[in-house]
């Protein structure tokens, strides 16, 4: 298994998952929440650096059952450098877009 990916830089990613139990899906819908837009069912677009990346990659391992459930993380590149060419049918796709939050 490749180790992940630990830098500053932020890439895009698609993470899609098959959870055999409604429990654990659930539990792993709403964590994905925290990293991501919610595209379909179990698909949700990621925007995150190497740090946040691997934090989110612990937190589904221990949610999972590895015998049972699958999760795919796939790393689309540098977010920057990622020009998303999504067809949508229905709903409309929007790609997260980072901006600055004045608090």
């Not at 932020?10 to 539990?27: G, K, L, M, N, Q």
């Not at 929440?33 to 946040?52: M, P």
């Amino acid at each position: 298994m490749p180790q992940p990916r630990r830098s500053n830089a932020e890439h895009a990613y698609v993470v899609a998952y098959d959870i055999s139990s409604t429990r654990r899906w659930r539990r792993v819908f709403k964590t994905m929440h925290g990293y991501g837009r919610w595209l379909q069912l179990s698909v949700f677009h990621c925007r995150l650096d190497g740090g946040r990346r691997a934090e989110m990659a612990m937190t589904l391992e221990s949610l999972i059952d590895a015998s049972q459930d699958h999760v795919v993380i796939l790393d689309l590149g540098p977010a920057e450098d990622v020009e998303l060419a999504v067809e949508s049918l229905g709903k409309t796709f929007q790609a997260i877009e980072r901006r600055a939050v004045v608090i």
